[in-house]
């Protein structure tokens, strides 16, 4: 059983960075894909971005392109998303999920595909 846990979060301004991070267990997270998604009140939980298991490939929702990173440390069992020029519409509960094994080189961008969760950190952008 994989458990995750992020951290980071909080309540910035406009403009601001922030660097969330999820440090995960298990023997086998080199060869999970790794991403972040977001859910704001009322809405839908919904995919920022991805990385696969070795770290080299990365996809971005196009709201967050050029914005935000994703990294990830797999000596270290860890992935973070820098998240830089925050707006208030960045404003969520960020969650981060891996995938089962085998997606070494794939970025999954849909809840179906990935089957950890983390609790979720807060994220609050303010104008």
């Known amino acids: 059983q994989v458990q995750l846990v992020e951290s980071g979060g909080g309540l910035v301004q406009a403009g601001d960075s922030l660097r969330l991070s999820c440090a995960a267990s298990?023997?086998?997270?080199?060869?999970?894909?790794a991403g972040w998604f977001r859910q704001a009140p009322g809405k839908e939980r919904d995919f920022v971005a991805a990385?696969?298991?070795?770290?080299?490939?990365?996809y971005y929702a196009d709201s967050v392109k050029g914005r935000f990173t994703i990294s990830r440390d797999n000596a270290k069992n860890m992935v973070y998303l820098q998240m830089n020029s925050l707006k208030p519409e960045d404003t969520a509960v960020y969650y981060c999920?891996?995938?089962?094994?085998?997606?070494?080189?794939?970025?999954?961008?849909?809840?179906?595909?990935?089957?950890?969760w983390g609790q979720g950190t807060q994220v609050t952008v303010s104008s």
């Open positions: 990385t696969s298991g070795t770290g080299g490939i990365t």
């Open positions: 298990g023997r086998t997270f080199s060869s999970c894909a």
């Open positions: 999920a891996t995938t089962r094994a085998g997606y070494y080189y794939l970025t999954p961008r849909t809840n179906l595909e990935y089957a950890y």
